[in-house]
C-alpha cells in the first residue's frame, strides 16, 4: 500500500442511522479512518451526494449489501490520499467521484478504483459528488437495458428529481425527446428549463392522454418508472409498438395489475433493475463505458448536474428533511467543509 507523505487522523466523522425513523434518528458519530483494500482507494470526501435510496435506508427499508458500510452515502468526490494493492500508483492525489455502496456521508471513504472517475476543471467537487448515482442509473436502465437509441422519445417521473434532471440532460445530450412528470407547474417549468420537451403536471392533467396528444397519438418509446404500483398500466398505456417499460424504484408501491393482452399486442418489454447491490466487476464496466461516452461531454462542460442545495455533513438531518419535502430540483449535496 502506497501512502502519500502526510499523516491521517485515526478518526474521522460520519453519518449513521440506529434505528429506522425520520431525518431526526440521523446522527454524526466518530469511526475510525477506513482503509483500503486490494483494488481500493481512500478518499478523502469533499462532498457526497444525498439520494432516495438514502432515505429508503434510513426508514429501514434499504439495508446495505453484504460488506458495505452501514454509513449512509452512495457518491462522494474529493481526492485520492490512500491507495491499496494493485492500484495504479499514479491515481494517488488525483481528484475523483466515485460509486459506492455506502460509507459516503463521512470525511473519509474506501471506493473501488474501478468505480472511479476523474474530475475535470469543468466541475466543482460538489458537483462531481452529484453525478455517480444518478449517471450510473440512468445510463444503464435507459441506454442499456432500455435500448434508447437517437430520434427516440422517453417519459421520465419525477422530472426534477436528481434521476429526473439527470435523465433530461442525457436523454437529451444523446438525441432523445425528454416528456417528463412533475408535481406542480413550477416544477414543470423547471423541467422545460433544463431542457425537457414537455412537462406535464401529474396533479391536474391526465398524463397518459398528454403522452398521447403530445406524440400524435404514437405514445413513447421508453418509460423510466420511479413509481411503480397503479402507474404501470398507466406507463404501458403510453408505450408504442416495441416500447420498453423500465422500473428503477417502486415509491408507489410494489405491486400492479398489468394488461397482459396489451404487451401481447405491442411486443412490450418489462424490465428493471437496482443498482446498489450489483458487483464490482459490473459497476466498473459501466464506469469505464461513461468514461468512454459520458465522459467527454463532461470535460467539454456539456454535462453538469443541476444542484438545488448544499448543507454541511453535521446538518445532513436538514440535508434529509429537504429531500423528505419534495421541493427540491435536482441534486442535494453534503459538504466537508
Not at 27 to 41: C, F, L
Not at 198 to 216: C, L, P
Amino acid at each position: 500500500m502506497k501512502v502519500l507523505p502526510m499523516s491521517l487522523p485515526e478518526s474521522m466523522k460520519r453519518i449513521v442511522c440506529r434505528q429506522p425513523g425520520g431525518p431526526e434518528v440521523l446522527t454524526i458519530e466518530d469511526a475510525p479512518v477506513p482503509r483500503p483494500g486490494k483494488g481500493e482507494v481512500l478518499i478523502k470526501v469533499a462532498a457526497a451526494g444525498v439520494n432516495r435510496p438514502d432515505i429508503n435506508q434510513r426508514l429501514g427499508n434499504y439495508p446495505p449489501p453484504p460488506g458495505a458500510p452501514d454509513t449512509l452515502g452512495l457518491e462522494i468526490a474529493g481526492e485520492v490520499i490512500q491507495i491499496g494493492e494493485g492500484v495504479d500508483p499514479t491515481l494517488s492525489g488525483m481528484p475523483v467521484c466515485a460509486l459506492v455502496a455506502g460509507g459516503g456521508y463521512a470525511e473519509y471513504a474506501v471506493a473501488p478504483v474501478g468505480q472511479c472517475l476523474p474530475v475535470p476543471v469543468s466541475l466543482s467537487m460538489v458537483e462531481a459528488a452529484a453525478l455517480p448515482e444518478t449517471l450510473f442509473t440512468v445510463w444503464t436502465n435507459v441506454f442499456e437495458r432500455g435500448y434508447a437509441t437517437e430520434g427516440e422519445t422517453l417519459l421520465v417521473h419525477g422530472g426534477t428529481s436528481g434521476i429526473g434532471t439527470t435523465a433530461i440532460q442525457l436523454g437529451t445530450l444523446f438525441g432523445l425527446t425528454v416528456i417528463v412528470t412533475c408535481g406542480s407547474d413550477a416544477k414543470c417549468a423547471e423541467a422545460l428549463r433544463i431542457g425537457a420537451r414537455h412537462a406535464i403536471n401529474y396533479r391536474t392533467t391526465d398524463f397518459v392522454e398528454a403522452v398521447k396528444a403530445m406524440t400524435g397519438g404514437r405514445g413513447v418509446n421508453i418509460v423510466l418508472d420511479m413509481v411503480g404500483g397503479d402507474y404501470l398500466p398507466r406507463n404501458l398505456a403510453c408505450l408504442t409498438t416495441e416500447g420498453r417499460h423500465v422500473s428503477i424504484a417502486i415509491q408507489g408501491g410494489a405491486k400492479a395489475e398489468i394488461p397482459i393482452w396489451l404487451i401481447m399486442q405491442k411486443r412490450l418489454v418489462l424490465t428493471g433493475s437496482t443498482l446498489r447491490p450489483r458487483s464490482v466487476e459490473f459497476k466498473t464496466l459501466v464506469a469505464e463505458e461513461l468514461e468512454r461516452t459520458v465522459w467527454p461531454h463532461v470535460v467539454a462542460g456539456k454535462l453538469k448536474p443541476v444542484i438545488d442545495s448544499t448543507y454541511k455533513l453535521a446538518d445532513a438531518k436538514a440535508a434529509h428533511m429537504r429531500m423528505d419535502g419534495g421541493e427540491h430540483v435536482g441534486k442535494i449535496v453534503l459538504t466537508m467543509g
